[in-house]
């Protein structure tokens, strides 16, 4: 097997969330029924990925452990000092490691399994690349890393929003902090990036500048949906990922055969399970792996939460009939 079909992942989780204003690590909020790490772990583990590392803080690496358990392999970063500093102390949990690497924030709850397969296979097959990166394209982009293209149109560099000018802030194509990398290029790189920048931090995406200024290509993979890579953290993102995401259950369960009256007052977590034919009425709420059946009718006014509801039932407020008739 080739060191180019060989993958492990790298979730960079350590942040301290300063901006959430939280006790709770940032990637430790709920998003519909899940923490937002958890859906970063999940989009990973495809059949290409060999071992998940994540990168943690003494602040957050037991809540983590809590969540995610014996499925990943854990690298405490003791400072945070940058995503490159994040991402240097897992050299010793790499050793002897020859193949490529996946580089993730863990702070991206849309990522999807096909999204890393697509960035997966399209690095596999670009064997002349040292590193492609996952990009997003805005109509007004969002305080993400600006990339900065040659006449080419050769991706040359990455710009911060925080050390951007406003000629590179009208750039509308932004990094989305997602990569994958030869791992025998790029890690003896990480000791040559400086943190001469507006934060004092030692950034990741310095480490296309030094690649290009080697002499080694660099490639940037668009992907369809902006929303994918879309990174919560802040309070406000938090609200706008709910929605984000409720609408995604809520088009999911339409295209399965439920039938959801009202989704503007309709919530359903990503761990509820429910049958063909079953009518949603407005202003229900179903959690925590909560199990409707085929054809029931639930609502309106509902709350349920870890409940398991058989084929044919009726759930009108407070009452309940089972079976349903007519």
């Known amino acids: 097997m080739s060191t180019r079909d060989v993958f492990r992942a790298v979730i960079l989780a350590a942040g301290k969330s300063k901006r959430m204003k939280s006790r709770v690590s940032k990637i430790m909020h709920d998003v519909l029924g899940k923490p937002i ?3 970063v772990v999940e989009a990973v583990q495809i059949p290409e990925v060999e071992e998940i590392l994540v990168v943690v803080g003494p602040h957050n690496q037991e809540e983590v452990k809590g969540i995610l358990g014996n499925s990943v392999r854990y690298v405490l970063q003791e400072e945070q000092l940058g995503t490159a500093h994040a991402l240097q102390v897992c050299q010793p949990a790499l050793k002897d490691y020859h193949g490529q690497l996946l580089v993730l924030v863990g702070d991206a709850p849309f990522l999807t399994r096909e ?3 697509k960035l997966v296979q399209y690095h596999r097959a670009h064997t002349d690349v040292a590193a492609t990166l996952l990009t997003a394209i805005y109509e007004t982009p969002p305080p993400y890393g600006r990339v900065v293209r040659d006449a080419t149109g050769r991706v040359i560099k990455i710009v911060e929003d925080k050390d951007a000018d406003e ?3 009208k750039i509308r194509e ?3 902090s997602h990569y994958a990398f030869d791992a025998d290029i790029v890690l003896p790189l990480l000791k ?3 943190n001469d920048n507006a934060q004092g931090e030692y950034y990741l995406p310095d480490v296309i500048e030094l690649l290009i200024q080697k002499g080694h290509n660099v490639a940037a993979l668009p992907v369809d949906d902006p929303f994918t890579t879309f990174g919560i953290n802040t309070r406000q993102d ?5 929605a984000e995401m409720r609408k995604r259950i809520v088009r999911r369960w339409l295209d399965a055969g439920v039938t959801i009256l009202d989704p503007e007052t309709t919530f359903i977590d990503t761990t509820v399970e429910i049958g063909a034919d079953t009518v949603i ?3 229900t ?3 925590k792996h909560t199990r409707i059946g085929e054809n029931c009718r639930i609502g309106p006014f509902v709350y349920l939460s870890g409940a398991y509801v058989p084929d044919g039932d009726v759930i009108v407020g407070n009452i309940r009939k089972s079976p349903r008739s007519g």
Request: charge should be negative; aromatic fraction near 12%.
């Open 37 to 39: 790490i958890q859906y």
């Open 281 to 283: 009425y407005p202003f």
């Open 285 to 287: 709420h179903l959690e």
């Open 115 to 117: 999204v890393i397969e």
């Open 174 to 176: 932004v990094s989305t």
């Open 192 to 194: 040559e990036i400086k």
């Open 167 to 169: 000629e590179i802030k």
């Open 238 to 242: 938090l609200i706008r990922g709910i």
